[in-house]
């Protein structure tokens, strides 16, 4: 074959499983691609393919490579989770997606860069520089898992994980112009995450098409006895197969916000729509009436959770430690030098929301407001079979634009979070460009709908036929 990186993961695991292509060529021909990233998407790439690679040859994955976010944690290779205070940290175990992945034929091709523990929308957050964007090298490609997106979106890996807190899978995944999914809340083990709030967190493939991301997924999912809020599925995920939407209601919020939003990803939300209906589906308005205050609860809620997951950083056990005369001030020190300046503002927001006199005030509040936003949606889903909105308010901006504004970052995850809180699927599939960039279209529906979800993306992604190679510039 000529180049055996243009082929989807799909088309290449097949190609292995019936000999045409050989799996150690396969990772040979990443691996070098990975080797001369320009775009900073990785923070460590192997330097030989693994032994014994011709066993995946009838394995689900075929042997096909993964590109894994820096925060899962793998046995003897960096686990640094973009953070200078875990910089050169190894772990002695695997978390067990990346296990159930290996297991299944996916072996590690590299990690890559992140946002400082997965707070950021724009993967400028990271201690080891921003990940660039291939479509234009001179804007963020989305966070916080932005190397894993510009690494599929660049051709360089064939799929990847990242993991979803407020929409960090599905916004860079709109923001390169590919596929990206956030499972169901505890449909995947979150063992060997390096967390950042733990109610949200959630693993999920960020894929060049639909069909990918639903054959990763399927290896992804199960029960795991070391995460207790993991569940097993109810389904086992198909490859989706759907040509028409015959018979299905895609329903769009009744106050959906357009003020503030870019105009072009407006433009191509309602193209869409009018898709959605050539291909025999519904559109139909629903009500959420306590989406709105979804950013304003999750930037109480999931600081909170933060600012304690993140207080096991002190110096003592692992990391960084910061030479110092006491106790108190080595841990001081370590975090002051350790931590980036997202990540002491949200342990701050956070420890605050938390102290006493404040707690009620805040995080009992913010908490009420995540249940009534789950419950709007489950009034939704009585009525239609999915909700759909833009992915991102924005299609990628320029590096540095919106740094020195953390509240106007926050708001790129308008459109993701309020599904987050309520623990809901959902997925971001391209669906055009304004001003040459990608924009994405996110379809949401109820509690362990993935296969229906899949089916929907699947078909609307063949209607669009948007070509996710023109942004492999780099």
């Known amino acids: 074959m000529s180049d055996v990186t243009a082929l989807t993961a799909k088309q290449a695991a097949d190609a292995v499983a019936t000999g045409d292509l050989d799996a150690t060529e396969l990772f040979e021909a990443y691996r070098a691609k990975a080797a001369a990233d320009a775009l900073n998407a990785y923070t460590w790439v192997a330097e030989t393919a693994p032994d014994g690679l011709s066993d995946n040859k009838g394995l689900p994955l075929g042997g096909v490579p993964l590109a894994v976010k820096d925060l899962f944690c793998t046995e003897g290779v960096p686990s640094q989770s973009g953070s200078k205070i875990l910089e050169g940290y190894l772990p002695p175990y695997t978390a067990t997606v990346v296990e159930r992945l290996a297991a299944a034929g996916a072996p590690l091709l590299a990690k890559t860069n992140q946002d400082e523990f997965a707070m950021g929308s724009s993967n400028e957050n990271s201690a080891y520089g921003p990940a660039l964007n291939p479509w234009d090298t001179t804007r963020i490609p989305g966070g916080s898992s932005g190397g894993s997106a510009a690494a599929v979106a660049a051709g360089s890996a064939p799929w990847a994980l990242g993991t979803d807190t407020g929409g960090s899978i599905r916004q860079p995944a709109a923001m ?107 559109i139909a308005t629903v009500e959420l009436p306590h989406a709105k205050y979804g950013v304003s609860a999750y930037y109480v809620l999931a600081p909170a959770e933060a600012s304690s997951n993140l207080a096991r950083f002190d110096g003592v056990r692992y990391g960084l430690r910061a030479e110092a005369e006491t106790l108190l001030e080595m841990y001081t020190k370590t975090r002051h030098d350790g931590f980036g300046p997202e990540v002491k503002r949200r342990i701050m ?99 362990f709908s993935e296969n229906k979800v899949l089916d929907a993306a699947f078909a609307l992604e063949q209607a669009i036929g948007f070509d996710a190679s023109n942004g492999r510039t780099a």
């Open 176 to 282: 390169t112009g590919i596929v990206g999914l956030k499972p169901t809340y505890g449909s995947v083990s979150r063992y060997g995450m390096i967390a950042f709030a733990s109610s949200l967190d959630q693993a999920g493939p960020l894929t060049r098409d639909v069909t990918d991301a639903a054959l990763l997924y399927s290896k992804m999912t199960g029960r795991d006895p070391r995460d207790s809020t993991s569940l097993e599925h109810p389904e086992q995920i198909a490859l989706p197969t759907a040509q028409r939407l015959d018979g299905l209601t895609f329903g769009v919020p009744s106050d959906l916000q357009t003020e503030g939003v870019d105009p072009g990803v407006v433009a191509r939300f309602e193209e869409t729509q009018r898709l959605i209906e050539e291909l025999g589906g519904r």
């Open 349 to 447: 927001l956070g420890t605050y929301a938390l102290s006493s006199g404040y707690y009620d005030a805040y995080y009992g509040k913010a908490q009420r407001v995540r249940t009534m936003i789950a419950q709007d949606y489950n009034n939704a889903f009585a009525g239609v079979d999915f909700v759909i909105t833009p992915t991102a308010p924005n299609v990628a901006w320029k590096l540095g634009e919106k740094s020195d504004d953390p509240l106007a970052m926050y708001l790129e995850d308008l459109f993701t979070i309020p599904i987050s809180l309520a623990g809901l699927p959902a997925i971001s599939i391209p669906n055009g460009l304004s001003d040459n960039l990608p924009t994405g279209f996110q379809i949401a529906g109820p509690a």
